[in-house]
Structure formats: structure tokens, C-alpha cells
T-cell receptor, first 114, second 115 residues
């Protein structure tokens, strides 16, 4: 058990809809990272937050947004969903203190768009 | 320049064999190279990581070899067991600039260890 909790485990919805994925980092970790895993693109970095502030952005679509709350949990919001958004979405956390701290992953949310 | 290339895509070995997975990178700013293991239905789990100031790191049955001049690194699994059957990902990150440690992953290697 990595200590990173993601909910829900599975999400099935339709095109055009909006969903929210939730992540609780390991106790004491200040940094949260979001990654997308798909068969064709592999594991891709989306966005990082550190102690409530956005720190780095990857290939995240404009339809996607995220935030980190004062209690350090994070949410990834996906809107105007398209079939191609079907993927596994992972959250990872690290202490955020010091260089290149290990990132620990949750078990992901599997998003299926019908 | 941000890519990490991983090979092979899949690998089958017998129990006790030594599977080797290779990765190559272009970005010389990368300064942290972790390996992750992923089982079906689970998230990637950190196995072992290396920084470019050492050429080899061993943890249990897992060894990373690192060649800075060739910009390559590899994972060796000694005395492989059927329980090691999983997908393995190499990754790289840089603490500098605007990277803040975001991981760039290889495409993954599906390892099967036969009893």
C-alpha cells in the first residue's frame, strides 16, 4: 500500500460530460502529481501541485484542470469528455522537500467514456 | 529531447534467469532515474532509483547499471521468480528549471517469468 488514495476506482460516463477525480496524498507529502496512462501514449505527466500552488504543467488539455486544497488533497476535473479521454488516471505524491524525491503512486481511476 | 526509450517491449524468461531491460535518454538535464513495477489493476510501485554520480546500485535482487556518457541505464533482475511477472517502467526527471521532478516514462516492458 503506497499510502496514496484515489477515488473512485472506476468511472463510466458519456461524451460531453464532466467528472472529478480525487486524490489524497501520503501523510506529510506536499507535492501531488497527476499522470494519464493509455495504451497508445503510455504514462504521461499532466500537472503538479506543491502545497496548494500549481508548479509544473505537462501535456494537459485545456478541458482538464486541477487544484490542491488546504488539506493537501487534490482533484482533477475533466470536462467536455471525448472518447479519447478514456484512460487510467494516476495520482502520485512526494514530500516535495529536496531534489527529486521519490514519487509514490495510487492505484488510479479507470475512466471509460461511452 | 524529453523522450525516454525503453526496450524490449516484452520479455520472457525462465525462473532463475536474469532479465535485462534497457533505457536510453537524450536530455542531459535528467538527474534522477527511477524504475517502477506495475501489476494489473495497480499503480506503478517504485523499485529502485539511481542518480548519475554512481554507475551501479543494487537493492535485493534488483540492480541498476548507469552509463552517463552513453546516456543509457538498465535494470537487471537476479534469480527472477514468477512473482516478478509484471510491467516495468524506467523513468527520468530533472529537479532543475521548470521540471520540478516531473517524471518522463519509457513505454514499458512486459516481463513474464515462467516457473
Amino acid at each position: 500500500d503506497s499510502g496514496v488514495t484515489q477515488t473512485p476506482k472506476h468511472l463510466i460516463t458519456a461524451t460531453g460530460q464532466r467528472v472529478t477525480l480525487r486524490c489524497s496524498p501520503r501523510s506529510g507529502d506536499l507535492s501531488v502529481y497527476w499522470y494519464q496512462q493509455s495504451l497508445d501514449q503510455g504514462l504521461q505527466f499532466l500537472i503538479q501541485y506543491y502545497n496548494g500552488e500549481e508548479r509544473a504543467k505537462g501535456n494537459i488539455l485545456e478541458r482538464f484542470s486541477a487544484q490542491q486544497f488546504p488539506d493537501l488533497h487534490s482533484e482533477l476535473n475533466l470536462s467536455s469528455l471525448e472518447l479519447g479521454d478514456s484512460a487510467l488516471y494516476f495520482c502520485a505524491s512526494s514530500s516535495g522537500r529536496g531534489r527529486n524525491q521519490p514519487q509514490h503512486f495510487g492505484d488510479g481511476t479507470r475512466l471509460s467514456i461511452l | 529531447q524529453q523522450q525516454v526509450k525503453q526496450s524490449p517491449q516484452s520479455l520472457i524468461v525462465q525462473k532463475g534467469g536474469i532479465p535485462i531491460i534497457n533505457c536510453a535518454y537524450e536530455n542531459t538535464a535528467f538527474d534522477y532515474f527511477p524504475w517502477y513495477q506495475q501489476f494489473p489493476g495497480k499503480g506503478p510501485a517504485l523499485l529502485i532509483a539511481i542518480r548519475p554520480d554512481v554507475s551501479e546500485k543494487k537493492e535485493g535482487r534488483f540492480t541498476i547499471s548507469f552509463n552517463k556518457s552513453a546516456k543509457q541505464f538498465s535494470l537487471h533482475i537476479m534469480d527472477s521468480q514468477p512473482g516478478d511477472s509484471a510491467t516495468y517502467f524506467c523513468a527520468a526527471s530533472s529537479a532543475g528549471g521548470t521540471s520540478y521532478g516531473k517524471l518522463t516514462f519509457g513505454q514499458g516492458t512486459i516481463l513474464t517469468v515462467h516457473p
